[in-house]
């Protein structure tokens, strides 16, 4: 592949974009004990923006999953690799994810908490590919619609590498 990434959302598109999630979001959750659960490690430089623009009190926790081999393709079977520490029995809860692309990933997420009896679950997530989706999914906070490219960046590898990029970038 030719590894060089290039930009398909910018970093103040991507501002603008956690800004309008974030009000979404916080006109939901106003009064609530909202707790963020994110997908690891995807998911954790998306988590660290939205949580200052919350201006809620939320607590975090992250579960670790996998399904990828060293390929772009999921292998289509999701496994814990760090399960939640945090009790979220008739607690509100919202996963916050970095990108839906098959959605296996967070339909297997979604399923997982909610036979842990939550108050409530709900889904954000930064980008979705809806051409690639062989489940349906909900996503009640989106970000963004992307083409079905592989993308990296803010937080989204490659084999472990473009996470510290700070635009949304796509690879060939
Ligand atoms: P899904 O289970 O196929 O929806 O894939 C979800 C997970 O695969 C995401 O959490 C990402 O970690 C990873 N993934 C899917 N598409 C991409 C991509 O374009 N770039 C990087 N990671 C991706
Ligand atoms: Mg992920």
Not at 48 to 62: H, K, N, W
Not at 75 to 89: A, D, F, N, W
Not at 102 to 116: E, N, P
Not at 151 to 158: A, L, Q
Request: a positive charge.
């Amino acid at each position: 592949m030719s590894s060089q990434p290039k930009v398909l959302v910018t970093q103040d598109e991507i501002r603008q974009a956690v800004i309008k999630l974030a009000a979404e979001i916080r006109r939901d959750y106003q009064g609530k004990q909202l707790l963020l659960i994110g997908i690891l490690k995807g998911s954790f430089v998306f988590m660290a923006d939205l949580i200052r623009q919350l201006g809620l009190p939320v607590e975090v926790d992250f579960v670790k999953l996998s399904s990828y081999g060293a390929g772009k393709e999921t292998s289509g079977k999701v496994k814990v690799v760090q399960g939640l520490k945090t009790p979220i029995k008739g607690r509100d809860v919202l996963v916050v994810e970095d990108i839906v692309d098959t959605g296996l990933t967070v339909s297997f997420m979604l399923d997982y908490l909610k036979k842990k009896k939550p108050a409530s679950v709900k889904l954000c997530a930064l980008t979705d590919k809806p051409s690639r989706h062989q489940v349906p999914v909900t996503i009640d906070y989106l970000g963004f619609t992307v083409p079905d490219k592989f993308i990296v960046g803010y937080g989204i590898d490659w084999n472990e590498k473009f996470r510290y990029l700070t635009n949304i970038c796509f690879v060939d």
